[in-house]
């Protein structure tokens, strides 16, 4: 008798229709990929600040053109 919780209520996941099981599946693979691809983003993030340091350092003493 597995039991799970949803919006503060308790549930015997044997009682639940089919329907509904499948449902709690869809939404728990749903989950994981928003947790895989927060994790993406993170990676992502962290190399975009890494070559933003790089362009800024390459431009380190290039004098920017006038009237900019």
Known sequence: MP???I???EYDLD???DNAKGQLSSLRI????IAQLQAE??????A????AR???KELEGVEPESGN
């Open 3 to 5: 039991n799970i919780t």
């Open 7 to 9: 919006n503060g209520k």
């Open 15 to 17: 009682k639940l229709s």
């Open 30 to 33: 749903a989950d994981q990929k």
């Open 41 to 46: 983003i993170a990676l992502v993030q962290t």
């Open 48 to 51: 975009r600040n890494a070559y």
């Open 54 to 56: 790089m362009v800024q």
